[in-house]
């Protein structure tokens, strides 16, 4: 408990080795801008929040009191970029860093910060100086300590993506290239299945773009169906957020930008009945193209409103 969850906004992009359908074959993730359009091309995609309600977002908020940090939407903020995350090109003995230069709990920036003696690898535990967004860490050149503990400011060290914005590369193929904040942020995020969610202990199984990527969960006492979200990880593991017409009208989410719906599996006997909102016309939709779906997410489906 007291784990400092980071809740990853609209900004988000990824790419991995799981292909995810066009914008008019599957509901849009809401936190996924990239991807609007909803499953049956009828009520469109669900927009981004504007600058400073982050905070209004299912039960999360933005002060710190939470622990919870959230990722600035692409259209509010500008990222400053002291140096290239993809091309480590800082002096020798310091790599670059993702960080909050305005005093935030969100990363908006980069800089040039020492690389620490005997510094952690991927997969190590690491500390950071001050808090999890102060760009400052004890972990290897081209690795950033992630999912840091507010209280003991100790988190675990995580590869940054090589290559570049358009081609981005993780060395591990189990993982993929989670890309946020303008390129801020771009680190390797393990793959996982959403049917299963067998991510770690505080994470879940969240689509990002080409991947379902294992992410903290930043869900707090919300993320249940039908709660309102506008972010990939402020749902309980097995639900996502999709654009608020996924779910029937006069939830409790009608009018957000998004609302908290289940994954479903397209082979269960159940069917539809896996959907909480299936009283009011929700069905257990594909998430993939049947034409383009990767090998082993064959079955997996998202409760949603039918065109």
């Avoid at 039960?59 to 290239?84: I, Q």
């Avoid at 060290?157 to 570049?164: I, Q, R, S, T």
């Avoid at 049917?195 to 006492?221: F, H, N």
Wanted: glycine content about 12%; some cysteine.
């Amino acid at each position: 408990m007291g784990r400092r969850t980071c809740a990853i906004a609209l900004t988000l992009a990824a790419c991995g080795t799981h292909d995810q359908p066009s914008d008019s074959e599957r509901p849009p993730v809401v936190s996924d801008s990239s991807s609007g359009g909803l499953a049956n091309g009828t009520t469109g995609g669900a927009g981004q929040p504007e600058t400073g309600e982050a905070g209004t977002t299912g039960n999360t908020d933005t002060t710190g009191s939470t622990g919870v940090m959230f990722l600035v939407p692409v259209d509010t903020e500008s990222a400053t970029h002291e140096c290239d995350i993809f091309a480590q090109d800082c002096l020798p003995g310091e790599k670059c860093m993702p960080w909050a230069n305005d005093g935030s709990n969100s990363w908006n920036a980069t800089r040039c910060s020492p690389v620490a003696d005997n510094p952690g690898q991927p997969g190590d535990e690491c500390t950071v100086e001050g808090s999890g967004v102060s760009g400052i860490d004890d972990c290897v050149l081209a690795s950033m300590c992630w999912d840091v503990d507010p209280e003991t400011n100790v988190g675990t060290c995580v590869a940054m993506c090589a290559g570049d914005e358009a081609n981005p590369i993780c060395e591990d193929p189990d993982t993929s290239c989670a890309i946020a904040n303008e390129g801020v942020l771009v680190l390797c995020l393990p793959n996982c299945d959403p049917l299963l969610q067998a991510c770690p202990d505080g994470q879940a199984c969240y689509p990002i773009q080409q991947a379902w990527t294992c992410a903290p969960d930043a869900s707090g006492e919300g993320g249940v169906y039908g709660d309102p979200c506008e972010f990939i990880n402020v749902c309980d593991p097995g639900l996502i957020c999709l654009g608020a017409a996924a779910v029937p009208p006069g939830e409790a989410c009608e009018g957000a930008v998004g609302c908290c719906t289940e994954v479903c599996d397209l082979d269960d006997p159940a069917g539809d009945a896996q959907c909480s909102g299936q009283a009011g016309g929700q069905t257990c939709q594909p998430w993939y193209d049947p034409m383009s779906v990767p090998p082993g997410y064959e079955d997996v489906g998202a409760c949603a409103m039918p065109a």
